[in-house]
Each structure stands twice: as structure tokens, then as C-alpha cells.
């Protein structure tokens, strides 16, 4: 029996209210908050402050800043998970279950023909 895959949960830019969350650079400080929690750990070395956890990684989708957060860091370290969460709440932040689709997966949806 396989474990049930991890959800993932995007933090989106965007107040309750409607309105664009600031400072615009939100979304690289919380992910490079949430950088060390990696598989097999924090990195050491050169380098090693470079890049983004794979559990919580900032991108823009349809021109909204969101921060993605895999379930799985939950696992990892449930302070960080709570942390992220909590920011989500305090800030009154919109938060919607996805996944992430690799990319050239996604169609364009087709036009009904009869419009």
C-alpha cells in the first residue's frame, strides 16, 4: 500500500479583500525563509544559501506572486509548517489547494464552436 501523495497548497498574493499583498518581494522572503528544509537537510559549504526549498518555493502564476508549500514539510517540521500557515492567516491571505502541472502538460481551453 502507497502513501496518499502530499498536497500542495498555494499561498496567493492576494488579500481576502482583493488587494495585492505588499512588499512585493513577500513571496522570495518567505520561501528563502523556509530555504534550509530540504531532503536530507540543511546544505553546507559554498553555495549552500543559494536556492529555494522544494517544499516551499515562490513563483507567478497568472500574474500573482504565490508561494507553494508541499504538505510534506508538515512532516518535516511542523514549527515551519505552522509558521507558513500562520503568515497565510495573519496577512489574510488567500490560500486554494492545486498542483503545480509540469511544463507543456497543460491545453489551452478549446472555444465552444457554436459562439
Excluded at 531532503?39 to 500574474?63: E, F, K, L, T, W
Aim: hydrophobic fraction near 40%; aromatic fraction near 8%.
Amino acid at each position: 500500500m502507497s502513501a496518499s501523495p502530499k498536497r500542495e497548497l498555494f499561498i496567493q498574493g492576494i488579500t481576502r479583500s482583493g488587494r495585492t499583498f505588499r512588499p512585493s518581494d513577500w513571496a522570495e522572503r518567505l520561501a528563502g525563509a523556509l530555504s534550509s528544509f530540504r531532503p536530507g537537510g540543511a546544505r553546507q559549504g559554498p553555495g549552500a544559501h543559494i536556492g529555494y526549498s522544494p517544499y516551499c518555493v515562490p513563483r507567478v502564476i497568472d500574474n500573482v506572486k504565490c508561494v507553494i508549500v508541499n504538505e510534506a514539510l508538515r512532516d518535516i517540521e511542523p514549527m515551519a509548517w505552522d509558521f507558513v500557515m500562520n503568515f497565510a492567516r495573519d496577512n489574510e491571505l488567500q490560500v486554494v489547494e492545486a498542483c503545480l502541472l509540469p511544463a507543456g502538460t497543460a491545453k489551452p481551453a478549446q472555444k465552444d464552436p457554436r459562439k
